[in-house]
Each structure stands twice: as structure tokens, then as C-alpha cells.
């Protein structure tokens, strides 16, 4: 049996949460399940222990501010994955440098794609499926009024369980101490 692998989130709980879940529950209906979030550290297998990589997140994270992010357009990484998201328009280098300050220690992994701070919007099943939804996402998307603005405040740590399915392990709060420990 591989070992699991864990990631870190911010979830997004605005009004654009809501209406992502509800694209999501629409267009693949088997991904209902998972929440809006921007990953901040892509699905990794640790290189020590939970608790050394809560450690880790804890000294990093309570040095750095609370920021807010502005969400831009509807792409795919399409022919890549078949995946269809929001770009992060507005302070995406935030989300970078963040990236790259936790991305060490019992956290470190080398990634499978260059780092782009992205909302998933879904993951289709196929290319085909994926290009079939876009335009529609990008029309949903155009007509959405509510604000674009993401507050990154508070991260997740989560473990790996199970085929698409996660476990919220700690919060982590930016510029403060974790709330919760394992």
C-alpha cells in the first residue's frame, strides 16, 4: 500500500465557494464532494512525519500576513489535464512565494507541474469533456456579479483518503499560531 499523500488548501467559504460547488455539483456531479479551494502545496507524499510538517507550516505560516487574492478568468490546462479553473488574477506571486517558503523540510516535494495558483473549478474525466465545459464555465462565469475578491487568511492541512477524498487535519491561521494540532 503507497503511502498517503497531503496537501495544503485554502478554502475558499465567500459567495464564489458557493458558486463553484454548484458548477461543480452540475457539471461532475462525482466531485460534489470536495469543496472550493486553491491549493497552496499540490498533493505530495511527506519526507518525515505530520508532526514535523505541522511544525514546519506553523513557523512559516504565523510569519506571514493575511492577504486577499482577485480571481481573473476561466482557462484549462487542457491538453495537460483535463481540469477547468479560475485563474488567481490579482496577487498570485503572493501565492507563489507562499508556495515556495512551505514547499521544504518534511513538506518538500518536487512538483509534477510549475506552481500556478488556480480555483478548480472541476477535473472532467477526459480532454473532450473538458473542452465541452469550458465555454459554458466561462459564460457562467462572465455573468457571476458577486465580488472576485478571496480573503487567504487560514490554510488546511489535509491527508489523502481514499479515491478523491481528503481529511482536514489542522487549521493553520496566517500570522498566528496553528488553532489545532494533531
Sequence with gaps: ???????????????????????????????????AHITILPPRILQGSETEALETLERICREVEPFQ?????????????????????HAAYRMREL??????????????????????????????????????????WDDYREARRVPVDRLTFVREAGANGWIDLAPVPLGRRLAATL
Design 99 to 140: 508556495h515556495d517558503r512551505l514547499n521544504v523540510n518534511a513538506l518538500q516535494a518536487e512538483e509534477q507541474w510549475p506552481y500556478m495558483p488556480h480555483l478548480t473549478i472541476f477535473r472532467m474525466d477526459t480532454v473532450e469533456q473538458a473542452r465541452a465545459a469550458l465555454d459554458e464555465a466561462r459564460c457562467r
Design 1 to 35: 500500500m503507497a503511502p498517503p499523500q497531503y496537501a495544503l488548501v485554502a478554502y475558499v467559504k465567500s459567495p464564489v465557494g458557493t458558486f463553484i460547488e454548484s458548477l461543480r455539483r452540475e457539471f461532475h456531479p462525482q466531485q460534489a464532494h470536495l469543496p
Design 69 to 89: 487574492i482577485v480571481l481573473g478568468e476561466v482557462a484549462t490546462f487542457v491538453p495537460i489535464t483535463p481540469t477547468v479553473f479560475i485563474r488567481v488574477a
